[in-house]
């Protein structure tokens, strides 16, 4: 019977001839190897987690790049094009092509059932299934006709939002220029606004009370300053009552200019007439600056009230509406009044200069006559 030591023999042999040890060198190796592929391994999984956390903390760190106003209108443009504008335009064909074969069989079916079971030669009981089926497709025909209407709706409300983006010149922009840009009435620009904004179709955009719109207050609302370096407050000196008048007046005139155009040919013939009174009396009152008071009214008074009435006018739009007309021929009258106001202003101030101009000419002669500096042309004459 064979020996299992002999079979499976535990240690192998020396050259002595005697046994030996177990191989103690090849179990360490094996260890070590294995014990450092572990360590590799878990060492490369460490090494990637604080890569991935070393590059989340830099971008964290790291603050956004600013988008260019051109680059970010694209970009919202081409988003209402592929989102809202495909929808209502997928909305209206699709609504409008089952209304459209809803309609066209409702139509049949009507025209079966007001012929009549004799007409056609069916009995009773098949011929009351053309009023069923007439009765179910009319309000799905009127389901899928509202669904058209509203994809258009959509459709043209994006469209206008489009329009809108197209003519904003900054982030910053109000809805009487967008309207006046785009040609969409200043109601409906109001209204397409508010929804936008509400909805979200121009995100991270607010809409004052003043109709101005900020697109996005990341790139156009004020950073609060830091509470660690407070900025020091700006005090402005206070101006006096010529260099007010001065500021004031200067955007009044500017006001003027841009309002010529827009309140139709009979308005803008009184502007520039009055754009011409004012910068007169402006400039009459800033060579003589001892005339403030006789002005006083006018700049506090005539100039806003002036502007404010533009300002209603304007507001109106191009509607046609009865009271809109009213509105701006009254205005328009009223223009005509105060330049006439103005230009008696300015008359009534020349005329204090004269007499001051007159006395000071007198006083000027009668000292040239004293001292013998002038020369009497008439006694040469007919001396000779």
Request: aromatic share 6%.
């Amino acid at each position: 019977m064979e020996n299992r030591s002999e079979r499976n023999p535990k240690y192998s042999p020396g050259e002595s001839g005697k046994d030996s040890v177990p191989d103690l060198d090849a179990l360490l190796n094996g260890a070590v190897r294995v014990g450092t592929g572990i360590g590799s391994t878990v060492l490369s999984g460490i090494a990637d987690v604080l890569d991935h956390v070393g590059q989340t903390i830099h971008a964290a760190r790291t603050p956004p790049q600013e988008i260019p106003f051109p680059q970010w209108k694209r970009k919202l443009d081409r988003r209402l094009q592929n989102g809202g504008q495909g929808e209502g335009l997928a909305l209206a064909i699709t609504g409008g092509i089952l209304a459209g074969l809803f309609g066209v069989t409702a139509i049949t079916m009507w025209a079966l059932s007001a012929a009549g079971p004799q007409a056609l030669g069916i009995p009773q009981e098949e011929f009351i299934v053309f009023p069923i089926l007439m009765a179910c497709f009319t309000p799905i025909t009127v389901g899928f006709g509202i669904m058209t209407g509203a994809g258009v709706k959509k459709y043209r409300y994006v469209s206008r939002l489009r329009s809108y983006l197209r003519v904003a010149r900054d982030w910053v922009c109000t809805a009487p220029a967008l309207a006046r840009d785009s040609g969409v009435k200043l109601d409906l620009v109001r209204k397409d606004l508010r929804q936008a904004v509400a909805q979200g179709d121009f995100p991270n955009a607010l809409l004052e009370a003043d109709d101005t719109l900020y697109l996005d207050l990341e790139h156009c609302a004020p950073e609060a300053p830091a509470a660690s370096q407070p900025e020091p407050e700006r005090t402005e000196e206070p101006l006096d009552d010529a260099r007010q008048l001065q500021r004031q007046g200067t955007d009044f005139l500017e006001y003027l200019r841009r309002s010529i155009g827009k309140l139709g040919p009979d308005a803008d013939e009184e502007l520039t007439r009055m754009d011409k009174n004012c910068a007169a009396i402006l400039g009459f009152v800033h060579n003589h600056p001892e005339m403030l008071p006789r002005v006083r009214r006018f700049q506090e008074y005539y100039l806003p009230t002036t502007r404010k009435l533009l300002d209603i006018a304007q507001g109106l739009g191009d509607t046609d509406v009865r009271n809109a007309q009213e509105i701006r021929r009254d205005i328009t009258g009223i223009l005509h009044t105060l330049n006439l106001a103005y230009s008696k202003l300015y008359d009534t101030l020349l005329q204090d200069v004269s007499l001051d101009v007159s006395t000071e000419i007198d006083t000027l002669e009668t000292m040239l006559r004293q001292d013998g500096l002038t020369h009497d042309f008439e006694m040469d004459f007919k001396q000779g």
